[in-house]
């Protein structure tokens, strides 16, 4: 099944309808707010703003939805920059609040809904440049998505050369055949249609990051890492707690490479073996056995769950099919307008398609209990966010391997496959964004030099094996995340995530459905808390919490080591 996305617009044309008058609702709203007198008319101006947020993202969520089943569509990329740039006008709606009304009427009792809303910008005002310039930056950002867009637009139609090109897409699947010899020209053919989109990958990217360096500077911080991390809410002392135990990890991890080499048929490490999964193989999973797997995780931790889980299959939140336009990979949108939550992912009967579905739906789980908050107040950290689903997929693996042991040695599988990514593949991400932040402050590096970059951070974390095979110098170009303008070290939270969601798993096997209902009560707070107030709350990164979640991580290591 595919999504029916005249769920949200009936037509292109209501489409079009919706985006021209929003444009115009926020240029009144604008003007209204020139005339603010008490609380009263400042909560009948906030609840305006969250209509209009609710809105802006519907009309995004649209346009984001068609260009993930085509990244060539060239009429969704038009309405990709529409949408950009109707975002940076909301931003200068939100600026006029933030600059001249959060302070005053945080406390208002006329404006008690959105109190926290108000107390984030009134604080944000701190690392905030004047309002000429927060809102100029808010036109530069929605130039610097549409490079994003070009990039991603210009990787989806690269193919490579020969007789029968083939596009990432499909060069990324066959990274996961059977056929070592299948996955390695699968492993080329990536290197090949990256170095051919590289030209303007590199210029998007440096472009991109260039304005992170700008945005730290203008609001008072000493690096765009620094920035991050307070946007966060994340102490230097909780960080680098982080950084010591994924090093740990990281070491843990190295030492399974050997049993992934040996089972997936080659000698030494071979970077197109790192997500293949060579346990399991036999019958495919249809897609009902692996709903029915994941149903009866709900209809064990309770009705809101169940209801959710049902909603999605019934109301087609989930885009599964396999297509050749079909971007690869797994995300998903959150919708306020409709609570619901679109899903995208490809599903070809795998355990590791399993895994990536349920990972989705925990992902829905805990946007369905945010949205019962206000707009403002419905959007968890990314740390937070991935938690969640990791804690989901973990959970809904040892369901499958439960009621079809068949499945068993590919869910272990699917877990080390993480953890190698999570701590080596992933950690390498985040030291080179840290270089690449380095050398864009002063002048952009060519192709060679960022490829340099990514080959000498993955070095330092998987070690050199003198084999090239064993790297991704082109990791830059092929990865979407380093060209989110709007979230910067798209890394570091998976490292977080992984650790955090290892410790909720712990205290899931220890006390059951009773952890369950207290881990929904603090994520229906989530979206109004910070990375370490949620955790905190959790009991998670207190107390030697990290070496729990490394001792959880061990077991999952020895189980996989001590295989024949």
């Not at 529409?82 to 009427?105: C, G, I, P, Q």
């Not at 990217?205 to 945005?215: A, P, R």
């Not at 209990?369 to 693996?397: K, R």
């Not at 192709?447 to 080959?455: G, V």
């Amino acid at each position: 099944m595919g999504w029916n996305l005249k769920d949200i617009f009936v037509s292109d044309a209501e489409f079009e309808e919706c985006v021209q008058e929003l444009a115009e609702k926020i240029e009144r709203l604008g003007a209204t707010l020139s005339q603010i007198e008490d609380g009263k008319t400042m909560g009948s101006c906030l609840d305006e703003l969250e209509r209009l947020s609710i809105a802006h993202e519907k009309a995004s969520v649209y346009v984001n939805c068609i260009l993930l089943l085509d990244g060539t569509d060239k009429k969704a990329i038009s309405d990709s920059q529409k949408m950009a740039m109707l975002s940076s006008k909301l931003v200068t709606v939100k600026n006029t609040v933030m600059y001249e009304f959060a302070e005053k009427y945080k406390n208002d009792p006329q404006c008690d809904k959105y109190s926290v809303f108000l107390y984030k910008l009134a604080d944000k005002v701190r690392h905030s440049g004047s309002r000429d310039a927060e809102n100029l930056f808010a036109e530069m950002s929605a130039i610097s998505k549409n490079w994003a867009v070009l990039h991603k637009a210009n990787l989806a139609q690269t193919k490579t050369l020969g007789s029968n090109p083939i596009s990432l897409a499909s060069a990324t699947a066959n990274q996961l055949k059977d056929d070592p010899a299948i996955r390695r020209e699968g492993y080329l053919g990536e290197q090949s249609i990256c170095e051919r989109a590289s030209s303007v990958a590199r210029f998007a990217l440096c472009s991109i990051k260039s304005e992170n360096i700008l945005e730290a500077r203008m609001r008072g911080f000493s690096s765009v890492l620094e920035m991050c991390l307070h946007q966060d809410g994340i102490d230097n002392v909780f960080f680098e707690q982080i950084l010591d135990t994924a090093k740990i990890a990281a070491e843990m991890a190295t030492g399974c490479l050997a049993v992934k080499q040996r089972l997936s048929g080659n000698n030494g490490l071979k970077w197109y073996n790192l997500l293949y999964v060579a346990s399991g193989k036999g019958e495919a999973l249809s897609w009902e056995t692996a709903l029915d797997s994941i149903r009866s995780i709900g209809q064990k931790t309770g009705v809101l769950v169940d209801g959710i889980l049902q909603r999605a299959v019934t109301e087609n939140w989930i885009d599964y099919e396999q297509r050749p336009s079909k971007r690869s990979g797994a995300c998903c949108n959150s919708l306020h307008a409709k609570k619901a939550t679109y899903m995208m992912l490809t599903f070809s009967g795998s355990v590791k398609n399993y895994v990536s579905l349920s990972h989705e739906l925990g992902h829905a789980v805990h946007h369905a209990i945010l949205q019962e908050n206000n707009f403002f107040d419905s959007f968890a950290p990314m740390p937070i966010n991935e938690a969640v689903a990791i804690f989901f997929d973990l959970i809904a693996g040892d369901e499958l391997a439960s009621r079809y042991p068949q499945y068993a040695n590919a869910v272990l599988e699917g877990r080390i496959n993480n953890i190698i990514t999570t701590f080596l593949e992933v950690q390498s991400r985040f030291l080179f964004e840290k270089d690449l932040f380095s050398q864009c402050g002063s002048r952009f590096p060519d192709m060679e030099e960022l490829c340099e970059m990514a080959l000498s951070t993955q070095k330092s974390v998987f070690g050199d094996t003198g084999d090239k095979e064993s790297y991704h110098p082109y990791v830059w170009v092929s990865k979407p995340h380093f060209y989110y303008q709007g979230i910067p070290f798209y890394n570091y939270p998976y490292m977080i995530a992984r650790l955090a969601a290892y410790s909720l798993y712990g205290r899931w096997l220890e006390e059951g459905a009773l952890f369950f209902e207290h881990l929904l009560g603090v994520l229906s707070q989530s979206g109004k808390a910070n990375v370490q107030e949620t955790l905190a709350l959790l009991g998670v990164g207190e107390n030697n919490c990290w070496r729990f979640s490394l001792d959880r991580i061990r077991e999952v290591i020895e189980q996989w080591n001590g295989q024949d």
